[in-house]
T-cell receptor, first 115, second 114 residues
Framework: AQSVTQLDSHVSVSEGTPVLLRCNYS??????LFWYVQHPNKGLQLLLKYTSAATLVKGINGFEAEFKKSETSFHLTKPSAHMSDAAEYFC?????????????FGQGTRLTINP | KAGVTQTPRYLIKTRGQQVTLSCSPISGHRSVSWYQQTPGQGLQFLFEYFSETQRNKGNFPGRFSGRQFSNSRSEMNVSTLELGDSALYLC?????????????FGPGTRLTVT
């Protein structure tokens, strides 16, 4: 079965400090993994994706994530937080079942940036 | 290129009524998926359509249904609304239903059932 666990429901950092949002996955197959961000009252925006190419994936707005198969992890990082990064972040595993694509979402991590 | 559009953006309905939500995918995208987002359950998969066929459905009662038209636009319908159906309903489109293709999300329809 496919599942995603985001290890922190809320992360708070100061502006200019590093961000680490943790995600562990469980998948019967070689997974495709994504990170999405959701700002208040908005839809989800894709930050980055892993689809079995390079294990270190760079995304938009300075975010990157590293796929570690041995640890079944796909943590999201950013070297320096900005106030505009405050949002909800979702780790997602994508797989095909009965010919249809299905996404399984983590419960989300709310990122707060302190001035 | 225009993004995924959803109408209406906000909706207030009464228990027992039915509602229809609409989604227009990005031009050229043929796969449309629907998700329900609530504070308690998070984001849950409802169903996916490709080439006017429902290819997969999540664990929701039969009151939730949908369809896709030949131009890839999709609608979802919820009949006999319950208070617990209050949620943000998100539509997502992709070029093809494959794990290598990311899904692009619309802004959602906020449904409130009173």
């Amino acid at each position: 079965a496919q599942s995603v666990t985001q290890l922190d429901s809320h992360v708070s950092v100061s502006e200019g400090t590093p961000v680490l949002l943790r995600c562990n996955y469980s998948s019967s197959y070689s997974p495709s993994l994504f990170w999405y961000v959701q700002h208040p009252n908005k839809g989800l925006q894709l930050l980055l994706k892993y689809t079995s190419a390079a294990t270190l994936v760079k995304g938009i707005n300075g975010f990157e994530a590293e796929f570690k198969k041995s640890e079944t992890s796909f943590h999201l990082t950013k070297p320096s937080a900005h106030m505009s990064d405050a949002a909800e972040y979702f780790c997602v595993v994508s797989f095909i079942i009965q010919g249809a694509q299905k996404l399984v979402f983590g419960q989300g991590t709310r990122l707060t940036i302190n001035p | 290129k225009a993004g995924v559009t959803q109408t209406p953006r906000y909706l207030i309905k009464t228990r027992g009524q039915q509602v229809t939500l609409s989604c227009s995918p990005i031009s050229g995208h043929r796969s449309v998926s629907w998700y329900q987002q609530t504070p308690g359950q998070g984001l849950q998969f409802l169903f996916e359509y490709f080439s006017e066929t429902q290819r997969n459905k999540g664990n929701f009662p039969g009151r939730f249904s949908g369809r896709q038209f030949s131009n890839s636009r999709s609608e979802m319908n919820v009949s006999t609304l319950e208070l617990g159906d209050s949620a943000l309903y998100l539509c997502a489109s992709s070029w093809f239903p494959d794990t290598n293709y990311e899904q692009y999300f619309g802004p959602g329809t906020r449904l409130t059932v009173t």
